[in-house]
T-cell receptor
Framework: GENVEQHPSTLSVQEGDSAVIKCTYS??????FPWYKQELGKGPQLIID?????GEKKDQRIAVTLNKTAKHFSLHITETQPEDSAVYFC????????????FGKGTHLIIQP | KAGVTQTPRYLIKTRGQQVTLSCSPI?????VSWYQQTPGQGLQFLFE???????NKGNFPGRFSGRQFSNSRSEMNVSTLELGDSALYLC????????????FGPGTRLLVL
């Protein structure tokens, strides 16, 4: 099955600066990579996902990049705001053709005012 | 459209008891996956159901089981509860399996005393 590693575990940035979270995966056959945001007391919320046929995807202040050769993908948040403070998880399919996801350990993003 | 709903939201049980958790997917979604979230192990895949059939199962003991009904609603059961089963249990739904986007519910917080 797939193995996903996520870095850093904690990231503190000044409001208005950019934040980057990186993940690596082990199975070269993986072709779907979602990112989730989890706030205290809530379930994970999908914020963006990317499939292996594209190298980058953007949605307003959020972007994800994928490097299939190096087997890593990254989340980029620009112009960070206080409401961006949360725990972010990257994920990849455990097996091809199934819904089960394996998650990174999470990054606690702290936006300093 | 209503999101994924889970009941109950909070539960306290004692060791040796059993517990049943319920999940109602987003209307029209037919695939339901269950995950366990703990501070130590993070988010871990339990099992996935589609068309009332378990398609995949994670690395959990047989005390963890589930089922899906014809209306796509799902339940999971944990028998002979152990202290280590204390966790947030999350349900996620998608239209169909095979790496479709998954949407999570708020979770059921289980405390085993």
């Amino acid at each position: 099955g797939e193995n996903v590693e996520q870095h850093p575990s904690t990231l503190s940035v000044q409001e208005g600066d950019s934040a980057v979270i990186k993940c690596t995966y082990s199975d070269s056959a993986s072709n779907y990579f979602p990112w989730y945001k989890q706030e205290l007391g809530k379930g994970p919320q999908l914020i963006i996902d990317i499939r292996s046929n594209v190298g980058e995807k953007k949605d307003q202040r959020i972007a994800v990049t994928l490097n299939k050769t190096a087997k890593h993908f990254s989340l980029h948040i620009t112009e960070t705001q206080p409401e961006d403070s949360a725990v972010y998880f990257c994920a990849a399919p455990i097996w091809g053709g199934a819904d089960g996801l394996t998650f990174g350990k999470g990054t606690h993003l702290i936006i300093q005012p | 459209k209503a999101g994924v709903t889970q009941t109950p939201r909070y539960l306290i049980k004692t060791r040796g008891q059993q517990v049943t958790l319920s999940c109602s997917p987003i209307s029209g979604h037919r695939s339901v996956s269950w995950y366990q979230q703990t501070p130590g192990q993070g988010l871990q895949f339990l099992f996935e159901y589609f068309s009332e059939t378990q398609r995949n199962k994670g690395n959990f003991p047989g005390r963890f089981s589930g089922r899906q009904f014809s209306n796509s609603r799902s339940e999971m059961n944990v028998s002979t509860l152990e202290l280590g089963d204390s966790a947030l249990y999350l349900c996620a739904s998608s239209l169909v399996p095979s790496q479709e986007t998954q949407y999570f519910g708020p979770g059921t917080r289980l405390l085993v005393l």
